[in-house]
């Protein structure tokens, strides 16, 4: 017998019992359709997690305040100051751009629209580090910060929300917390999200944020562009070195955390990473049931032809023939059922990454390993249930009932 008469036996075998067949091929078709969905779910949140972290700014050194918590009675420590950015900008040379950033959540008001927002003050640097790109209008200058202008610049976000009639917005007056200021300039749509979304931003001169809006010196956070990505590191001791000469406490604590944003997206891809094996780990248990029901099926299939094993061994069937029919039979099922989960699987991702809001990534690597997979799946657990067929004694396979 030759390959193609396996395979032609063997199909007939699986079409002439087609519901057993496909009941059979579900565990497969789940397993296969698991692996895929669990790992491309997990690629599409990395690459959004990813995405937010680089709208933030390239080659970005973040630096905050670090919170005390055992403050004297009567003491206000200072922890950052505009002082520390002029510092920065004079003593770390690879510094390309460094702004001092106030944040506030404000609410703002256009016409009878009421809507909550966070309001960013920064020097005009902010939109270089940033990378703030504008759909129309303009930035603030220094000029209308030194003169604490109320000039502001809306994220695309909070812009849509009021003037989602497609009024411009260009010359408008919003009130933010009761102050009237010009809309100079629109933000392009970053497709953040979360607390820190630019989308969601309301960009402002720092004189003004601190004067007509927080009432207070104290930065919010410092952000710092390195001239490239290969002098990181140096700008990033460089600027904890400049920061604790100044913001040191008696103690010799220091009164602020700096961290590059390169190591928050290397932690973000490790996780993803972890996260991806351990999914595509408990889908891959789906493939093993499934493993164990075809083995389960065949071997029932064996007992069943028992005396058509028997005949074709009296007539002359090799062992190598009844183990590549009966393997093939195996390995058919785990191909058929690894092509519909594949499919399955795509769907799965494109439908539950619209349901979560992220992008649906199809890995094709995942979905070669869990094809794969099912292949191996119906070697080794096809293997045995064949090995019984070909080892039958002709004479006891024709005497059974």
Same mark, same amino acid.
């Given at each position: 017998m030759t390959l193609l008469d396996s395979l032609s036996s063997a199909a007939s075998s699986l079409a002439s019992n087609k519901l057993r067949s496909i009941l059979t091929t579900l565990g497969v078709i789940i397993g296969v359709a698991s692996v895929i969905a669990m790992v491309g779910i997990a690629e599409g949140t990395k690459k959004q997690s990813l995405e937010r972290l680089e709208a933030l700014g390239s080659n970005l050194i973040s630096v905050m305040p670090q919170r005390r918590w055992n403050v004297a009675p009567g003491e206000t420590p200072k922890t950052l100051q505009m002082e520390d950015v002029e510092l920065i900008?004079?003593?770390?040379?690879?510094?390309?751009?460094?702004? $001092? @950033? *106030? %944040? @506030? $959540?404000?609410?703002?008001?256009y016409g009878s629209l009421n809507e909550r927002s966070q309001v960013t003050g920064g020097l005009p640097e !902010?939109?270089? !580090?940033? +990378? *703030?790109?504008? &759909? @129309? $209008? %303009? /930035? /603030?200058? @220094? #000029?209308? +910060?030194?003169? !604490?202008? &109320?000039?502001? *610049?809306? $994220? /695309?976000? !909070?812009? #849509?929300r009021l003037f989602g009639d497609g009024t411009s917005a260009l010359g408008a007056i919003v009130r933010i917390e009761g102050q009237d200021f010009e809309v100079i300039g629109i933000a392009s749509f970053k497709g953040g999200g979360g607390f820190m979304n630019p989308d969601d931003m309301i960009y402002a001169p720092i004189n003004t944020v601190i004067n007509r809006i927080e009432r207070d010196e104290s930065l919010s956070s410092i952000s710092v562009q390195a001239m490239n990505s290969d002098v990181m590191p140096y700008t990033l001791a460089e600027v904890q070195k400049t920061l604790a000469s100044v913001r040191t406490d008696a103690g010799g604590e220091e009164l602020f955390r700096a961290f590059n944003q390169g190591e928050l997206i290397e932690t973000a891809e490790e996780q993803s990473r972890i996260l991806s094996l351990l999914l595509a780990g408990v889908a891959s248990v789906s493939l093993l049931v499934g493993g164990i029901g075809i083995m389960n099926i065949m071997l029932v299939s064996v007992t069943e032809r028992t005396k058509e094993i028997g005949l074709r061994k009296a007539l002359g069937a090799t062992q190598d023939a009844l183990l590549s029919q009966f393997l093939l039979e195996s390995i058919m099922l785990c191909l058929l059922g690894g092509v519909v989960g594949v499919l399955l699987g795509i769907g799965s991702v494109t439908f539950v990454a619209g349901l979560m809001g992220v992008p649906p990534v199809i890995v094709p690597g995942g979905v070669v390993i869990a094809f794969g997979f099912a292949a191996l799946v119906g070697i080794f657990f096809g293997f045995y249930p064949a090995y019984l067929a070909a080892r039958m004694e002709p004479i006891e396979a024709l005497r059974s009932e």
């Open positions: 900008r004079r003593s770390v040379p690879t510094v390309m751009a460094v702004t $001092g @950033e *106030v %944040r @506030e $959540g404000v609410t703002v008001k !902010i939109q270089q !580090i940033r +990378n *703030v790109k504008l &759909k @129309e $209008g %303009r /930035f /603030f200058t @220094e #000029d209308e +910060n030194e003169q !604490i202008a &109320k000039v502001c *610049v809306l $994220g /695309f976000d !909070i812009y #849509d």
